[in-house]
């Protein structure tokens, strides 16, 4: 039921670009992307509803495949606070959660 | 204005002792979540309350986990003679959405923003 994330770990050197899958095995609502930094509280990034939608916020934009139950994460010529680790909340209907393992950014100047 | 709010931040608790974790929403936030995060690991869905009714429980690992939000506001989550598997990050999150059921026609909204505190750390020696 918890979603898949990939990749587990990526490294970026500033400005360069990464994608972040994240798949489920089931049918999803809705699907929420956070970014959580070590020690602090994870952090509302944007939520994706069934029907193929696609949102962008900065240079972070996502899009969410209903038929594929897949979502992913494009973040695009990083910035050194772009590092954490990014979490997909996967929602079936009634508002709790499920979340991935997490994939670990760190962009290096 | 405030977002959610935690305490205690730190607790260290010996095996069998009993602990309380507060939780204050955002104010007027209808909706409540708790999680529990094991170290790398991402957040797991505990437990859910609509203003004082709690609606979901089916995420709390067993019956030493209890959950209260008498008043509609601030949600205490108590354990129970603690063990060292309780050990853990355990995160609130509120958000102004009314319940949707399981999502099916005949009352569905836009799924809304859950806003987290910064996490209780619970120790258990």
């Known amino acids: 039921q918890q979603p898949v994330q990939s990749p587990q770990a990526v490294i970026l050197r500033e400005g360069e670009d990464a994608v972040i899958n994240c798949s489920s095995s089931?049918?999803?609502?809705?699907v929420h992307w956070y970014r959580q930094k070590h020690g602090e509280a994870p952090v509302f990034l944007m939520i994706l509803l069934k029907g193929g939608e696609q949102k962008g916020h900065d240079k972070i934009s996502a899009s969410f495949n209903e038929k594929k139950q897949q979502s992913s994460l494009y973040l695009t010529a990083s910035q050194l606070s772009y590092s954490g680790t990014y979490f997909c909340g996967t929602e079936m209907g009634g508002g709790k959660l499920i979340f991935g393992q997490g994939t670990e950014l760190s962009v290096k100047p | 204005g405030a977002g959610v709010s935690q305490s205690p931040r730190y607790k260290v608790a010996k095996r069998g002792q009993d602990v309380a974790l507060r939780c204050d929403p955002i104010s007027g936030h209808v909706s409540l979540f708790w999680y529990q995060q094991a170290l790398g690991q991402g957040p797991e869905f505990l437990t859910y309350?609509?203003?004082?009714?709690?609606?979901?429980k089916s995420g709390l690992p067993s019956d030493r986990f209890f959950a209260e939000r008498p008043e509609g506001s601030v949600s205490t989550l108590k354990i129970q003679r603690t063990q060292q598997e309780d050990s853990a990050v355990y995160l609130c999150a509120s958000s102004h959405q009314l319940d949707r059921g399981n999502g099916l026609a005949g009352g569905e909204q836009a799924p809304d923003t859950q806003y987290f505190g910064p996490g209780t750390r619970l120790t258990v020696l």
């Open positions: 309350f609509q203003n004082e009714a709690q609606l979901d």
């Open positions: 089931k049918a999803l609502y809705s």
